[in-house]
């Protein structure tokens, strides 16, 4: 019983991922039309706003130590971050809460390349095929993961979680489970509560607002919405820049579980797609439920009893479940019909 | 059917006589298969072939293998600088090798089988590089070894940890200076036993491929002699990237030991997910629980940060070692680049010398002559202590290290600290133990 | 677009230019750096897989993610006939086409249930999951990350027992009667094939199955509405283009004895589809030069490092050559995805027909100029349409 809930819990914050990647890509989908390549590069570019903040705290100005020896025998450089410096133990607090202090700086520069993107690029392919969308798409996906490693390199950058959110809750013991028995690690919860709160503003924003509301009904009707005077480019423009946003904040959050690397944007890539397929073409609903559905299934065909009974599941899950979904039900969970069908 | 397949043969064969025709006059001039073995370097220079992974997740650690190839073709060059320095053979007197200069061509393996094997190929059929050398997984290690035995090449292997590498997937033309999982396993049981005791219970988490497997055996072949018990050995997907949903059963399992059978990125993630979830700080039986990563790299464990300490592993050389050869590579190295070398530029400058001083001694650059030199050949001050490269299966027996994370770094490079030199023969073993059949070495047209 | 009514004798000229032209590949292409044999090779081979994803997405407009999967397939099975049956190329072709489009016709039967994006999910579903379990759990018949090799103990029962071939203590590699299947034997070997498959896709084009297969492309609802089935339709387009990338496989097994798992991963899938659309989509040329570009490149700029840059730039002064050796630097070597990716943006966005637009486009501004007068010609519509 407690395997399970573990797993459960797995699935949840593995899902948030993979919720807030699809939520960000489906809204792009029914908005613009446009197959969108480059959006797992989005959130490999929103992880490293993180790596790149905490680079910028830690600028440091170097001392000769007296002592100890660097590995030529040369007196070890040691470096002061100057925020320490200047500041003290707000410098450490500073450099300690780098990751969620990221999520400030991940706003602006993600919604800037969000909509610098569409301007100087999307925007012309809205009459195109989806095959080229592909093209252009992924050739800028390379491209700007080649440019993450020129400045980054290849290798994993390790970013932890604040202190505070490094242990571990005891989960069980708030369902009456032995003390012990179904730890979960803060920040994993934290990450869970995270994106349930961007997927929570997101829907707000488009069924509160006026802006959502011109947006929903430009999903729906494109033309007739130009028609009534409204300047639907220029919200498609904001909209594509809010789902690099949300792309880019799933990134942040999720440095602390998984050490960023550039070829996140690849890694990430095809398993967003299947989510948005599995939860329908354009909706958003149906992106988050799928984005849950599919954390959790995975987690489930990788314990040893189910493996054991079918070998080699837990490398095709997420597959396999497109597929049954797709034959039994062709629009996904929550698909209207008819979208992008040829 | 029978008509057409008649038809096409007789196109196919004037197709071929004309094509044999066409091709004539670069079948000359690239002197693949007009000399007396493949590629015999005619000119003042002799070109070797530096294969490694330029792009993809070993692209950090290809680079550093491209750093250590250049360093070691400036010093075979001028005969002296770093470990050429205290190396035992003193056969290289600088001007090269057997008096041509020596030039490289770089190509990437891309760390797929296919993609590396067609770069070696460009190298040996376009620019007529005479060995080649590199390369930062098994699978691709295996797959090139395999091309350069059918083309008469000289394989040196860059980092590559499978058994299979010189066992049974071995040829005559391929050499490992790099361990193997077999030794891992031998160098890393008296250290667990001495750490954790002899009543442990072990939980696997392995790379699915076969480089996770043979890992895999071997520590639990060791570990089970030491009395170990093991709970279960689960298989992850490479790649996996999130590791969680593995690693939530070992926390209730019983299990006081996790053994990550994982490299590289892999690694990384599930040793950093591991600690998340507390199982560095555990108790399980009322004894500290224990993570062991067996494959150590230097260079992959900066990705972890902080999650390695305490952490035990086994590397194949490490940039701290105070002997004279590992001083000087450092030296050398570190005053060219700005920091220290990884594991991995080490062995592919050990195996570039190594390649450099063999043909030196049998004055050919013959693959049957350079063999000849490097069959059983003991040589010492190369950063490992004495070494022999074994004839039977072209494996090079030498201590091997075990490692552990350090708890105070005093730089970013300053991640791990050597534990145990286990000494070579702790970790040697018998010749028909991995089933290398290698045959015997191809020299290439003639 | 209708299928342009090209005279057969038009057909027949492009055939024997196209057939000369890949014939004297390896002397058209030396001065490039790229006339060595496996280069060659890989140019026919990825050709072939071109031409046949082409059959389905240039004509149909169906877009697979998922055709590695054949051509891994294929390679898999070459290898084995290699092993059990007979280190001739024949058999281990006509094996990896068959098996090739046995393995679409199942994958195909299934995916075109459904159209536009939920089909290209499902065939890289399909392909993925190939993929995954080549490379873990179906080890034993795919020797996993290693790749399937040949070993001197294979049986090879018909060389032994019935031609009482015996090949000694080395490792065979494949041979036609007599002429072994590596360097230039092989790249004519696959040459022919190219050849034989470029013609294939020629009728096809302009038959009336191709003819209905643009009309699939077209507007199938219509097609639907006036009671025409297409799904025989495209699944026999899907059937033979996954038979184009069996044989590529095949073809790959016969150069090159060993089939590896990530000849299945969808980035090798997307890598044709990438091939057909830098080309041009829809001509009969375009996916040959699209194949040929970005094996090109893989194999060519990564080749460059800083050494090769400064020798190349050795005319300049010293300060300009450090300057332009460090600029360039950045695009090859390490850096040639980065120009991988901006070629395809920079073809996307400019010549959108791919490469084969560009030549047409170049043909056509040339003609213009030479026809300036006799306004009357319309300009020939080029062969390959």
């Known amino acids: ?342 | 059917m029978s008509r057409s397949i008649t038809n096409r043969r007789s196109l196919l064969k004037g197709s071929a006589a004309a094509g044999v025709a066409l091709a004539t006059p670069t079948i000359f001039t690239s002197q693949v298969w007009a000399a007396g073995y493949t590629n015999e370097p005619k000119g003042g220079s002799v070109t070797l072939g530096f294969n490694v992974p330029q792009t993809g997740a070993y692209a950090d650690e290809g680079a550093d293998e491209l750093r250590a190839y250049q360093l070691a073709v400036e010093h075979i060059n001028a005969g002296g600088g770093g470990m050429l320095e205290t190396f035992s053979s003193k056969a290289l007197k600088g001007g090269g090798i057997n008096g041509k200069k020596v030039e490289y061509v770089t190509g990437d393996t891309q760390t797929k089988s296919d993609a590396a094997r067609a770069s070696a190929k460009r190298m040996v059929e376009k620019d007529g590089a005479i060995m080649i050398t590199g390369g930062s997984s098994s699978g691709v290690a295996v797959a090139v070894q395999d091309y350069c035995q059918t083309a008469g090449i000289i394989f040196m292997a860059g980092l590559t940890h499978a058994n299979d590498t010189t066992g049974k997937d071995c040829r005559a033309n391929g050499f490992r200076h790099f361990f193997n999982t077999e030794m891992s396993g031998a160098a890393l049981a008296p250290v667990l036993k001495n750490q954790f005791g002899s009543e442990r219970v072990a939980y696997h988490l392995t790379a699915d491929y076969n480089w996770g497997w043979s890992q895999e055996g071997s520590i639990q072949k060791y570990s089970e002699q030491l009395g170990w018990k093991t709970q279960a050995a689960v298989r992850t997907p490479l790649g996996a990237g999130d590791f969680s949903q593995y690693i939530t059963p070992v926390l209730n399992s019983g299990a006081d030991v996790l053994v990550l059978n994982h490299y590289g990125r892999d690694m990384v993630n599930s040793l950093t997910q591991a600690v998340q979830f507390g199982l560095r700080d555990k108790q399980v039986n009322g004894k500290d629980f224990g993570i062991v990563v067996p494959l150590y790299s230097r260079l992959m464990a900066q990705g972890a940060g902080e999650n390695v300490k305490g952490i035990y592993g086994s590397t194949n050389w490490h940039w701290s070692l105070q002997d004279e050869g590992s001083k000087a590579f450092v030296k050398a190295f570190g005053e060219k680049y700005g920091f220290p070398p990884s594991q991995a530029a080490h062995t592919t400058y050990c195996q570039a010398i190594l390649y450099a001083d063999a043909c030196q001694r049998a004055g050919t650059f013959m693959p049957t002559g350079v063999g000849e030199a490097l069959k059983d050949f003991d040589f010492d001050g190369l950063g490992n202590g004495p070494t022999t490269y074994r004839g039977h299966d072209n494996q090079c027996f030498k201590d091997v290290l075990v490692v552990k994370g350090k708890e105070n770094p005093s730089s970013k490079f300053d991640v791990l600290e050597v534990v145990e030199v286990t000494p070579r023969k702790q970790v040697e073993y018998g010749t028909d133990l991995l089933g290398c059949n290698k045959g015997s070495i191809n020299n290439g047209a003639a | 677009m209708t299928a342009s009514k090209t005279t057969s004798s038009s057909d027949l000229i492009l055939l024997a230019c196209f057939a000369a032209a890949v014939m004297a590949g390896p002397v058209i292409l030396a001065p490039f750096g790229a006339g060595y044999p496996d280069l060659l090779q890989k140019f026919a081979i990825f050709g072939i897989f071109a031409i046949g994803f082409n059959i389905l997405f240039g004509l149909t407009g169906y877009l697979s993610f998922g055709h590695a999967a054949f051509l891994g397939a294929g390679s898999y099975t070459a290898v084995w006939t290699f092993k059990l049956f007979s280190m001739n190329p024949i058999p281990a072709i006509i094996m990896a086409t068959a098996f090739g489009g046995v393995f679409a016709l199942v994958i195909g039967f299934i995916s075109l249930r459904r159209s536009g994006i939920y089909f290209s999910i499902l065939t890289l579903a399909f392909a993925q999951m190939s993929y995954n379990l080549a490379y873990s759990v179906l080890t034993p018949i795919t020797n996993g990350e290693t790749g399937l090799q040949l070993v001197q103990t294979d049986p090879r029962w018909l060389d032994t027992t019935v031609f009482g071939r015996d090949y000694g203590s080395t490792l065979p590699s494949s041979d036609l009667f007599g002429i072994t299947m590596t360097g230039y034997s092989g790249f004519y070997f696959c040459a022919v094939m190219l050849i034989i498959c470029f013609y294939i896709s020629m009728r096809i084009f302009r038959s009336p199955f191709g003819l209905m297969l643009r009309a699939v492309k077209t507007n199938q609802n219509r097609l639907n509405y006036t009671g025409v089935n297409t799904r025989p339709y495209t699944l026999a387009a899907f059937v033979i283009s996954g038979m184009y990338a069996g044989l590529a496989g095949g073809l790959m097994a016969v150069t090159d004895p060993l089939a590896g798992a990530e000849r299945m991963q969808w980035t090798a899938s997307g890598e044709v589809v990438l091939m057909t659309i830098l080309g041009g989509t829809g001509t009969l040329l375009g996916p040959v030069i699209g194949a040929g570009a970005i094996k090109y490149f893989e194999n060519i700029f990564s080749a460059y490092n800083d050494t090769t840059l400064m020798n190349i730039f050795s005319f300049l002064p010293e300060g300009l050559q450090t300057g332009v050796v460090n600029i360039l630097g950045l695009f090859v070597g390490d850096g040639w995805h980065l120009t991988l990716g901006a070629l395809f943006m920079l073809i996307v966005i400019f010549l959108p027909g791919g490469l084969m637009e560009g030549v047409n486009r170049l043909v056509n501004w040339a003609t213009a100029r030479f026809k300036n007068k006799d306004d009357g010609a319309p300009t020939p519509e080029p062969a390959a349409s």
């Open chain 1, 1 to 342: 019983m407690d395997a399970i809930l573990l797993q459960i819990l797995n699935g949840l914050d593995k899902g948030g991922a993979y919720a807030l990647i699809a939520l960000g890509l489906t809204i792009i989908f029914g908005t613009l039309g446009v197959v969108n390549f480059a959006h797992g590069a989005l959130f490999m570019l929103g992880a490293f706003c993180a790596v790149a903040l905490k680079s910028l705290l830690q600028v440091s100005f170097v001392t000769e130590s007296a002592t100890q020896k660097d590995f030529l025998g040369n007196p070890l450089k040691i470096e002061t971050p100057y925020i320490e410096h200047w500041f003290g133990d707000f410098g450490s607090f500073l450099i300690e809460y780098s990751v969620p202090a990221a999520i400030l700086m991940a706003i602006p520069v993600m919604l800037l390349i969000g909509v610098t993107m569409e301007r100087g690029l999307i925007r012309f392919f809205y009459k195109r095929p989806h095959a080229e969308q592909i093209l252009v798409t992924f050739g800028l996906a390379i491209v700007l993961g080649e440019v993450v490693k020129k400045f980054f390199g290849a290798n994993p950058i390790p970013q932890s979680a604040p202190e505070l959110a490094r242990g571990m809750v005891d989960f069980g013991v708030m369902l009456g489970f032995d003390p012990g028995a179904v730890p979960y690690p803060t920040w994993r919860l934290v990450y869970f509560l995270f994106s349930l709160a961007v997927i929570g503003s997101v829907f707000a924003f488009l069924q509160f607002t006026t802006f959502g509301m011109v947006v929903r009904a430009g999903m729906a009707d494109r033309e007739t919405v130009g028609l009534l005077g409204i300047d639907i480019d220029r919200r498609f423009t904001i909209v594509f820049g809010i789902a690099a946003v949300v792309a880019g904040l799933a990134g942040v959050m999720y440095t602390p579980i998984q050490p960023p690397d550039y070829h996140w944007g690849m890694d990430f890539l095809v398993l967003s797609f299947v989510v948005v397929v599995v939860g329908g073409m354009g909706s958003l609903g149906g992106a988050v439920s799928a984005g849950f559905l599919l954390g959790i299934l995975q987690s489930f065909a990788s314990m040893n009893e189910v493996k054991s009974l079918l070998p080699g599941i837990d490398q095709i899950i997420i597959y396999l479940i497109a597929v049954i979904i797709l034959l039994v039900r062709p629009r996904g969970l929550m698909g209207r019909k008819g979208v992008m069908e040829s």
